[in-house]
């Protein structure tokens, strides 16, 4: 722990506060008068309240934000661009607390949330970079005019987030902001705490009210935020049928989406690869080790040659079986509990679907003996998955992979592009021809090569088919926080 600097008593003291929200600069309780209960899932003890919000309090947010946007829109991008730095900055300075903060709300290891804490500054960044990059385009016309488009920002856009990366995530405000709006943050019910800390961190940088940080539930809060007239620009990351249910609620006013959903996200392997770098590659893929498979892009359907299946299974069960599980704030811990109990259940539920559905279980699926609470499960392996069963078919969101035997190059793509999501995919062989020939034939938004996870700063992510609308993380994302307007001028 020395490493990190983190002494126990430091160890994110949330001592059961009752959290207030974040409304135009100032903390408060929601107007419904309700609260959420956040529940430490290492020991399922209350550690916090944070208020479930309701339509007059993203109301409030709403009018707040127009007072502040009126204010930010007439910055400067460079001088929009040192206010971000400047969050960044404060966020540099504070990685340990926002790590332990969400150690202990999300039940995500330690290691992880370090790196976490330290790609949302980056993220704040990477916008603020972008900031300079608003610009229209004019047109060489044959006729008497003067022709340019300007772009310009909606006012007060909405940003859902769910419960996996919970202060990486809030930085997700950094394309709107940037972009010149003000933003209404509603992170998960069950993983607040950074998000509030995060706005805490920035109202004094910007005009007040620019940031609100709005909890509650997806049906109070995050419905109250997709149906309200005056914000035009909703960003939500979450899973599928919530973006089916907020395209639903947000066709009433014609409002600008991006969704960045689930994934069922295949990983193909060759049999010309290093079985030891593809198994490794296979964990990390997984997001096994310090995410326990929640995580979007995780490659939950491995498709191994008949050739290598018995010695590809043989060491990925070696290996999977070595993580160690165990609590979260410790720094040798790769694999904590999962989010929450309903989360919880619905994995154990999907591991019996497997069992039952003829799958070989050939490691974890169970709770690790040495837990009487929180909610763990031990990483599990499948093998003799066949297509048609659920876990092959199903996002799990958590610590399960599926291994699939593959004998015939068509039967295997057409296989792994046969889900309605389209996320990631992950192609492992030495022979770089077929790799970026299968890489073209992948239906998906991201393909890895002989690697596995990772994002660059820049470089967009989004999803096929039912897996989103929408990049994030580049230009294209800065610049659908805007609206782009044509003048036309008559030269007479
Ligand atoms: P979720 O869809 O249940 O909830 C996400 C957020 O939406 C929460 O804040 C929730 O309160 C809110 N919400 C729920 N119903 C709503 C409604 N009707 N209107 C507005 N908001 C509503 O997802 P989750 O369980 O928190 O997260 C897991 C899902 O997120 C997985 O499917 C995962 O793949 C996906 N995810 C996608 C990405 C990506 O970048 N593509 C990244 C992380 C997670």
Redesign the pocket.
């Known amino acids: 722990m020395s490493e990190l600097a983190i002494t126990p008593a430091q160890k994110a003291d949330t001592n059961k506060k009752a959290y207030k929200m974040l409304v135009g600069g100032e903390w408060r309780d929601s107007k419904v008068g309700t609260t959420i209960d956040s529940i430490d899932p290492s020991n399922e003890e209350v550690i916090a309240t944070v208020p479930d919000g309701g339509d007059a309090d993203v109301a409030d947010a709403v009018e707040a934000g127009k007072a502040a946007f009126a204010e930010w829109r007439s910055f400067s991008a460079a001088k929009r661009q040192k206010k971000m730095y400047e969050l960044a900055d404060r966020m540099e300075n504070r990685i340990e607390h926002f790590a332990m903060l969400d150690v202990v709300d999300s039940g995500n290891p330690l290691i992880g949330m370090i790196e976490d804490a330290k790609k949302a500054p980056a993220e704040i960044r990477n916008f603020a970079n972008m900031a300079s990059e608003l610009k229209g385009t004019s047109f060489e016309t044959p006729y008497d005019v003067m022709c340019f488009t300007v772009r310009e920002a909606f006012g007060v856009v909405g940003r859902?987030?769910?419960?996996?990366h919970p202060y990486r995530f809030a930085a997700k405000v950094a394309p709107g902001l940037a972009a010149g709006n003000a933003v209404i943050l509603?992170?998960?019910?069950t993983t607040s705490l950074s998000a509030l800390e995060f706005g805490e961190m920035a109202m004094d940088i910007f005009p007040k009210g620019l940031i609100s940080v709005v909890t509650g539930?997806?049906?109070t809060v995050?419905?109250a935020?997709?149906k309200h007239p005056e914000i035009m620009r909703v960003a939500?990351?979450?899973?599928?049928p919530?973006g089916q249910?907020?395209m639903r609620?947000a066709a009433e006013h014609m409002k600008r989406l991006s969704l960045?959903?689930?994934?069922k996200n295949p990983m193909i392997v060759f049999p010309d690869v290093d079985i030891a770098k593809a198994t490794r590659g296979c964990i990390k893929g997984m997001n096994l080790a310090r995410s326990m498979g929640q995580s979007?892009q995780s490659n939950s359907r491995v498709f191994v040659h008949e050739k290598i299946y018995d010695q590809f299974i043989a060491e990925l069960v070696e290996r999977v079986a070595k993580l160690k599980v165990g609590d979260p704030r410790h720094e040798t811990t790769v694999i904590g509990p999962v989010n929450h109990k309903k989360h919880y259940d619905r994995i154990m539920s999907l591991i019996d679907s497997g069992k039952t559905e003829g799958a070989k279980l050939l490691t974890g699926g169970v709770r690790p003996s040495q837990f009487i609470k929180g909610y763990y499960i031990e990483p599990t392996v499948f093998t003799d998955v066949t297509t048609e069963m659920r876990i092959a078919r199903e996002?799990i969101?958590g610590p399960v992979v599926s291994v699939l035997k593959w004998s015939d190059y068509e039967t295997v793509i057409k296989q792994a592009n046969g889900t309605e999501f389209g996320?990631t995919a992950n192609i492992w062989t030495n022979d770089l021809t077929l790799a970026n020939r299968t890489a073209k034939l992948m239906q998906a938004g991201l393909v890895w090569i002989n690697g596995a996870g990772g994002r660059l700063p820049g470089v967009p992510?989004g999803?096929y088919k039912m897996?989103?609308l929408g990049k994030e993380g580049d230009l294209s994302d800065l610049l659908s926080y805007t609206q782009e307007k044509s003048i036309i001028t008559h030269l007479q």
């Open positions: 859902i987030i769910p419960f996996n509603k992170p998960g019910e539930y997806g049906h995050g419905r935020i997709v939500f990351t979450g899973s599928v919530t249910a907020i609620d960045e959903l689930g994934g979007c996002e969101f996320l992510f999803g897996s989103g």
